[in-house]
């Protein structure tokens, strides 16, 4: 769950302010974070920093206003958040390392780029440690894998920990295994979103209207999911509860199990997997 106690965290650059950086930075803007030094963030668009320019205790600059931007906004920054494209990573390290202090900070949100890229463009005065949030942070129930960099500290890890349970929830992972929780995590709410349309489509099919078909779908889905949130029961045993023996709903379990779905679920998995390490290596 996303943390309500009081958080007190250094100056933060971010260095691209799209949809996650944005998620992110909403949490740090709740009346129980405190920022010391404030919030910089950097976009290459005047137009989107100008969407950030009236928010209390942010600094927002352009690329293209300010050719020294992302220079300016880690320049005295405790944690620096790295979320540009993944192909523009080696180029912004690149710019800003003389710009870092010892004992900064760098939080990567860059699918697919390692820690050992991030470590080779930076001065060994700086620490590294890669996140994958998902989307569900615009909401404040974001999963977040963090790993720890050869360089990073327990206290790093626990400063960039605090960071992202003001967007939902954080799983300490070995960098090993980030690339997969990225195809769990960090994917699934796609699967879930997925899953809505295809049922969505079934309900349409049977004869409701497109309307009446997606209250009963995203009903379904969100009341399950609040269910689960505050059930001590697992999912098996929750789903047991609505499958009466010989029923409907276990006749319907049946055909998923018979159409392979775990099966299914493994090989889109094991897809994303190898994508994101044809990232990593490319």
Excluded: C
């Amino acid at each position: 769950m996303t943390s309500t106690a009081p958080v007190t965290l250094p100056a933060i650059a971010f260095l691209g302010a799209g949809s996650m950086a944005r998620a992110v930075l909403a949490g740090l803007l709740k009346p129980t974070v405190t920022v010391t030094g404030g919030i910089r963030t950097t976009n290459r668009s005047a137009a989107k920093a100008a969407e950030l320019a009236g928010t209390t205790g942010v600094t927002a600059w352009a690329t293209e206003t300010e050719p020294d931007a992302n220079r300016l906004a880690v320049a005295g920054a405790g944690i620096v958040i790295v979320a540009v494209k993944p192909a523009m990573v080696p180029d912004l390290l690149a710019e800003i390392a003389d710009s870092l202090e010892p004992g900064t900070l760098v939080v990567s949100v860059a699918a697919g780029v390692t820690i050992a890229t991030f470590e080779k463009h930076l001065p060994a005065t700086v620490a590294v440690i890669r996140s994958m949030p998902n989307t569900p942070a615009v909401v404040g129930m974001a999963v977040t894998g963090l790993s720890a960099g050869t360089r990073s500290t327990a206290e790093q890890m626990a400063l960039a920990t605090a960071l992202f349970e003001t967007v939902g929830e954080v799983l300490v992972v070995s960098e090993d295994k980030i690339d997969a929780l990225s195809t769990i995590s960090g994917s699934g709410p796609a699967y879930v979103f997925y899953l809505i349309e295809q049922l969505t489509l079934t309900a349409i099919d049977k004869g409701f209207t497109p309307a009446e078909a997606a209250t009963m779908v995203n009903g379904t889905f969100l009341g399950a999911s609040a269910l689960l949130a505050v059930s001590d029961l697992t999912p098996t045993e929750l789903r047991r509860q609505v499958t009466s023996p010989k029923g409907t709903t276990e006749r319907a379990v049946q055909q998923l199990e018979t159409g392979g779905l775990k099966e299914l679920f493994d090989r889109a998995t094991d897809a994303a997997l190898a994508r994101a390490r044809e990232l990593a290596a490319s």
